[in-house]
């Protein structure tokens, strides 16, 4: 809707209720404290699982995909 290349995109979550948004955007972050069922199945090639938990964890994906500098 806003045109944005979703290869632009980075999606954060902890559940599996944010699968969708892991296959929509062009990179994805599963923060530390991360369930099991969204780890099985969140898109490897283009998903980093943080070890940090909560906003930390978005921070240091965010550091992992080049957003954020290091």
């Known amino acids: 809707e806003l045109g944005i290349d ?3 995109v980075v999606a954060a979550g902890d559940s599996a209720n944010d699968l969708s948004l892991f296959d929509a955007a062009g990179f994805a972050i599963a923060v530390g404290n991360a369930r099991a069922e ?3 199945a969140m898109p490897v090639e ?3 699982h943080a ?3 909560h906003a930390a964890g978005v921070l240091e994906g965010l550091v992992k995909w080049g957003v954020l500098p290091a």
Request: cysteine-free; aromatic content about 8%; glycine content about 0%.
């Open 38 to 40: 969204l780890l099985a």
């Open 51 to 53: 070890r940090n938990v």
């Open 46 to 48: 283009k998903s980093y």
């Open 6 to 8: 979703p290869d632009r």
